[in-house]
Antibody, heavy 123, light 111 residues
Framework: EVQLVESGGGLVKPGGSLRLSCAAS????????MNWVRQAPGKGLEWVSS????????YYADSVKGRFTISRDNAKNSLYLQMNSLRAEDTAVYYC????????????????WGQGTLVTVSS | QSVLTQPPSVSGAPGQRVTISCTGS?????????VHWYQQLPGTAPKFLIY???NRPSGVPDRFSGSKSGTSASLAITGLQAEDEADYYC???????????FGGGTKLTVL
């Protein structure tokens, strides 16, 4: 069974940092691109970042560019999101999701999704 | 303000058919980029529902169908069931933003 399990969320003060992790199992992790998508409380879905299978290609939403860093460790079947300079508007449930193929294409989709981890940015 | 526009809510009685629209522009749906759909049941993560405008992943009932025309796409659900009550999101790619974009979501209520 394909499974994605996020961890690392929590309460952090504005300007602080947090590192999210996503543990993958049930599929060949190194053969797929991976993504982070977030959902603010009571709001819709927002794409955050994507990374190709070999980490050669990385993409960020403008809202997080320069503050967040996506990375992966194929040997550990893990995806990461380093979040710096956090703002109140970054408060959301962060989901990791598998991409469509090895590279990140415009026709990219997100399937499956993890259960999400809540990040709360508040003083 | 989402790049892809969906109605905030739709409703229907059990057994009925409902449609959810997703309206974009010439930089996303109208540019030929595929539309995908997701279902989010209350308190759970989104689930992949339709890919490539009109294709169902294995395990998705054929009561769910998708279509695309011009700058819009639609999700149709026939034979409504109580368990279909959820939020539904469309997703595509926007070349002006160089970003993957979602609609604002539509809450389906089964009366």
């Amino acid at each position: 069974e394909v499974q994605l399990v996020e961890s690392g969320g929590g309460l952090v003060k504005p300007g602080g940092s947090l590192r999210l992790s996503c543990a993958a199992s049930g599929f060949t992790f190194s053969s797929y691109s991976m993504n982070w998508v977030r959902q603010a409380p009571g709001k819709g879905l927002e794409w955050v970042s994507s990374i190709s299978s070999s980490s050669s290609y990385i993409y960020y939403a403008d809202s997080v560019k320069g503050r967040f860093t996506i990375s992966r460790d194929n040997a550990k079947n893990s995806l990461y999101l380093q979040m710096n300079s956090l703002r109140a508007e970054d408060t959301a449930v962060y989901y990791c999701a598998r991409g469509r193929t090895t590279v990140v294409v415009p026709a990219n989709w997100f399937d499956p999704w993890g259960q999400g981890t809540l990040v709360t940015v508040s003083s | 303000q989402s790049v892809l526009t969906q109605p905030p809510s739709v409703s229907g009685a059990p057994g009925q058919r409902v449609t959810i629209s997703c309206t974009g522009s010439s930089s996303n749906i109208g540019a030929g980029y595929d539309v995908h759909w997701y279902q989010q049941l209350p308190g759970t993560a989104p689930k992949f529902l339709i890919y490539g405008n009109s294709n169902r992943p294995s395990g998705v009932p054929d009561r769910f169908s998708g279509s695309k025309s011009g700058t819009s796409a639609s999700l149709a659900i026939t034979g409504l069931q109580a368990e279909d009550e959820a939020d539904y999101y469309c997703q595509s790619y926007d070349s002006s933003l160089s970003a993957w974009v979602f609609g604002g979501g539509t809450k389906l209520t089964v009366l």
